[in-house]
């Protein structure tokens, strides 16, 4: 196969319809037909990267090997494909204007006037093919943050429109994205809002050649007949996204409703064989025929938003799979802890995990949550920020230094045990600027690290300003708390473990973010076992 295709999928009459979910599923039938599969996120808002939202607008940030600020869609590409994504995987409407502004201002359009067409569009393109020229793939999906018609989305939806235009014949195809609603007073689904959107696209020059109906109820074949008609595309084209218990149903939803088979004849290519699926749905079973239960906390300062932690719920998925455990995961806010609280909150759970996040808000709940789970013998798991909030509830309690803290939440602590990495000090920028990306870590031999791990070389993805203070090193380890993972070469201490408590560790980094149905995080499940073990003493 020569030339590399391209799917685009659109979204209509809402945002929040599963785009990513729908693009994931497709690449995963791709996939699992033998076809090598990518999958692009292009986002219109402008900021540069999500890295600087609040966990409140744009859920969580999500973060790749070579360190990219990343939307959360790419997390459930990975999850999906078992493949990693890049910095070429997500695009924002920032990035693309700063580029131009950019060229701009070094002389390269040569005295043009810059304009959204040809200048944006044609950055766009040039975006949208990078990785489909690497050789690398066979299809690129591109999914287009947004709803057909808004107006962030406009160079987006010409620049689709341009380049498969230029494709040519049967190497670039739009799959839209709608919801057909159900109106309980009339009794019916009701496919007008579909047409509409679709008609919004054909007044930009796209044809939708695949249409994807969200939807509570079945699609009659009268139904599915009306929007053909209307919408111009073939019946077989008409695909049902009906609701499902778990994401990780759509792939075989989609399989039953041949939207790959359908995508494959528009794309003028063999469909192959049939897609290998076993070990896909020998974990769908695990997931849906559980024979332990446990009730793990997840304590953390954003958990009224579930999408601010999603990579976490979905590593307890693949862990709870992998130990034929259903998790439940109740979330707790750490504003709402103290150490009064904190045994009326904690008490009948089987596991604690304190979640990362920025700021002081909520740090002392946290801090006290550690405390509880380290006297109790609960099974803990602290990850970034909750691995420092281990550190400083151990310099309190064990060493006795009362004011420990982290110079994050408090600059003039007497005993930092917590402090900014040595090259941050001088940064002003927020954007971009933080530990990022994939790091290596040496465990220590005879470690639960190890022992999880099964290794002693690891490599994994940071996001973080604020490291553990080495000058506390020696008397944290005297004390109890062994530093088990450490970064070879910057010498910072990755992760922590008290080896006198049944289950306690800490991690400077996110393995949540390397998580995947074909491969669940080795923590996550070691903690979901521990918590098994906890609840059956």
Known sequence: ???????????????????????????????????????????????????????????????????????????????????????????????????????????????????????????????????????????????????????????????????????????????????????????????????????????????????????????????????????????????????ASTIYEVPNLMLEEGLDRVALKKLDLPEKNTPDLNNWNDFLFRLKNPKYEVNIGLVGKYVELQDSYKSILEAFIHAGAANETKVNVISIHSEHLDANSAESQLKDLDGILVAPGFGGRGIEGKIDTVRFARENNIPFFGICLGMQMAVIEYSRNILGYTDANSTEMNENTAHPVINLMEEQKNIENKGGTMRLGAWKCSIKENTLAQKIYGKTEIMERHRHRYEFNGAYLNELEKAGLVASGVNPDTKLVEIVEIPTHPFFIGVQYHPEYKSTVANPHPLFVSFVAAAVQHKNK
């Open 1 to 243: 196969m020569n030339q590399t295709k391209y799917i685009f999928v659109t979204g209509g009459v809402t945002s929040s319809l599963g785009k990513g979910i729908i693009a994931a599923s497709l690449a995963k039938l791709l996939q699992a037909r033998g076809y090598r599969t990518t999958i692009q996120k292009f986002d219109p808002y402008i900021n540069v990267d999500p890295g600087t939202l609040n966990p409140y607008e744009h859920g969580e940030c999500y973060v790749t090997d070579d360190g990219a600020e990343t939307d959360l869609d790419l997390g459930h590409y990975e999850r999906f494909l078992n493949v990693p994504t890049s910095q070429a995987n997500n695009v924002t409407t920032g990035r693309v204007y700063l580029s131009v502004i950019e060229k701009e201002r070094r002389g390269e359009f040569l005295g043009k006037t810059v304009q959204v067409v040809p200048h944006i569009t044609n950055e766009i393109k040039e975006r949208m093919q990078l990785l489909g020229k690497s050789g690398d793939y066979d299809i690129v999906i591109t999914e287009i943050g947004g709803t057909v018609g808004d107006i962030e989305s406009l160079p987006y939806i010409e620049s689709v429109r341009q380049l498969i235009w230029e494709l040519g014949e049967n190497n670039g195809i739009v799959v839209h994205l709608t919801l057909v609603p159900y109106l309980a007073a009339a009794g019916e689904l009701k496919t007008k809002p579909t047409q509409h959107s679709v008609k919004t696209l054909m007044e930009s020059g796209i044809k939708a050649d695949i249409l994807v109906c969200r939807t509570e109820h079945e699609l009659s074949q009268d139904l599915r007949q009306k929007l053909a008609l209307f919408c111009n595309v073939k019946k077989e084209a008409v695909i049902q996204s009906i609701d």
